[in-house]
């Protein structure tokens, strides 16, 4: 299950990129209303594959030399692109909403339109970030709430069976059959 679950996670990560590339690629040029939604999509697309790319090599290296300390730790050169990543999403979503029901008809407004396909894609993809950044948030909030109420209980509960299991053992350590009478 946890296989096919990261094959899902996996193949999502790499299929966004490559949609990325397509449209911006495909409408470079039909968005003079959000000249940089295109490039937007365009580059963010190419980094993410060279991210996948470097994290893929990355683990078939340490699967290699089985290095189990440095589990957890990032290259320099994964540290410095997700860093850009995030810069560069920041910069697409400005760009985006600012743009915000952008006009659609390239016949109107003197030539100032973009690409609806291109525009709705581009909106989406950085909105769907948003919520589930939003989502995860929530969920992890809603955890720690619940972890903080529940201690108490859970203490409480822990307390009465170690008093329990001590009383036990008292009443055996009184009553010994070898004893003698």
Same mark, same amino acid.
């Given at each position: ?7 899902? @996670?996996?193949?999502?990560? @790499?299929? @966004?990129?490559?949609?990325? @590339? ?8 039909e968005?003079?209303?959000g000249?940089?939604i ?11 594959i060279?991210?996948?790319?470097l ?13 189990e #300390? ?10 410095l692109?997700?860093? $850009?990543?995030?810069?560069? $999403?920041?910069i ?10 952008p006009n659609?008809?390239p016949?109107? #407004? !003197?030539g100032?339109?973009c !690409? ?6 581009a909106?989406?993809?950085i ?17 720690s ?5 529940? &201690?108490p209980?859970i203490g409480a509960? &822990? !307390? #009465?069976i170690s008093?329990?299991? !001590?009383?036990?053992?008292q009443? &055996?350590? #009184? ?7």
């Amino acid at each position: 299950m946890f296989t096919v679950g990261c094959t899902v @996670i996996l193949g999502v990560t @790499i299929i @966004i990129p490559i949609c990325m @590339i397509a449209m911006g690629s495909i409408y470079l040029h039909e968005c003079p209303q959000g000249e940089y939604i295109p490039v937007y999509l365009l580059v963010g697309g190419i980094f993410g594959i060279v991210k996948q790319l470097l994290h893929l090599s990355a683990r078939v290296r340490k699967r290699e030399e089985e290095r189990e #300390e440095e589990h957890l730790r990032q290259s320099p050169t994964q540290t410095l692109l997700n860093c $850009f990543m995030l810069g560069w $999403f920041i910069i697409g979503s400005v760009w985006v909403y600012k743009e915000f029901e952008p006009n659609y008809d390239p016949m109107k #407004e !003197n030539g100032k339109y973009c !690409n609806k396909s291109l525009y709705l894609f581009a909106f989406w993809l950085i909105t769907s970030v948003y919520i589930l950044l939003g989502t995860v948030t929530i969920c992890l909030c809603s955890l720690s709430v619940a972890s903080i109420i529940l &201690q108490p209980k859970i203490g409480a509960c &822990q !307390n #009465e069976i170690s008093e329990r299991q !001590n009383h036990q053992q008292q009443q &055996q350590e #009184e009553w010994n059959p070898d004893a003698p009478w």
